[in-house]
């Protein structure tokens, strides 16, 4: 029985999803991107398509490289720290294998790529994400090939060693976020400190629309204070529960039913935390409450 053409789309919509939110870091502007190629999708006559998977995939990216390009001078001009939108992950289990599909998912590594250029960002994740050849990546950009293999080699050079997105074990991370529910429960942070990194960075995203530190902070001699004075008074009445955010663990700030922080982490070669991300704008929490499937075979993301 042959497809319709809203069957072919629906089949795709969650790769297109993953690929979208990779690139652009925020659901609303993914949505659209999915959205947009649904329309453009509609207009075509799908006997003319020899691939339709492949055809999907070049009209998404194209999209989304559109709206980087767009958003990138908001972005610079952004109150305090951007940091992508979090996510409520749940992942399937993955294989060895596909391990760097979740990886590309944390909050440090889509962060990292906000380094490149779109059509870095692009040929990037498509050759080391994806596993798409340079042929194909070439189709998709409408480059040529080897102008494909100098945007992944620059790609490369600008992310830098950091590429390896080496985690520790969850245990490891469950150990991290423990210690980091009771220096905010208790105003002692002995525990957290010996797992934080000597240069460890603190970055919130507020967005300009709630209380937050817009600088970010470094080190632990910065980032302990500020979890124990004025974390942990902060959120003294509120509740802190532990979830998959992004592929990995991590943490919410719930107040009344609603989500009003997440945390996320990011890690050294030495397993001990590097990064923490507070996201604090509410615009970017209003989908943390609906858990996306990631699946971590293809990385296709799935609202639920």
Known sequence: MQQSQTDMFEKASPYLMGRAYRLLGTV????????????????????DIRNAEAWLTTCCTNICLDVLKSVRKSR???????LPEPLHTRTEETPEEHLMLTSSLTTAFLLLLERLTPKERAAYLLYEIFDYS????????????????KLVSRAKRFVGQETSRAAPSNAQQMTLLSAFQEALKTGKAGKLE??????IELRA????KVIAVREVLSG???????IT???????QDLKTEISEINGSPGMTVVHDDDVIASLSFGYSEEGKAQDIFI????????????????????????QH
Not at 76 to 82: A, H
Not at 141 to 147: F, I, K, S, V
Not at 194 to 199: A, K, R
Not at 220 to 226: C, D, G, K, V, W
Request: glycine letters at 8%.
């Open 76 to 82: 610079t001009d952004y109150v305090g720290p951007w």
């Open 194 to 199: 010996s797992l934080l990194s000597q240069s």
């Open 134 to 149: 340079y042929a194909d990546i070439a189709g998709t950009l409408e480059m040529q090939e080897a102008g494909c293999r």
């Open 279 to 302: 996201m604090r704008n509410p615009d970017k929490l209003k989908h943390i409450l609906t858990p996306i499937q990631h699946d971590g075979h293809n990385g296709a993301l799935t």
């Open 229 to 235: 004075e004025i974390l942990a008074v902060a959120w």
């Open 205 to 208: 995203d507020s967005g300009g």
């Open 220 to 226: 632990p001699s910065e980032i302990i204070p500020f």
């Open 28 to 47: 609303a502007e993914a949505e659209d991107a999915v959205q947009d190629t649904y329309l453009k999708w509609q207009a075509v006559n799908p006997s």
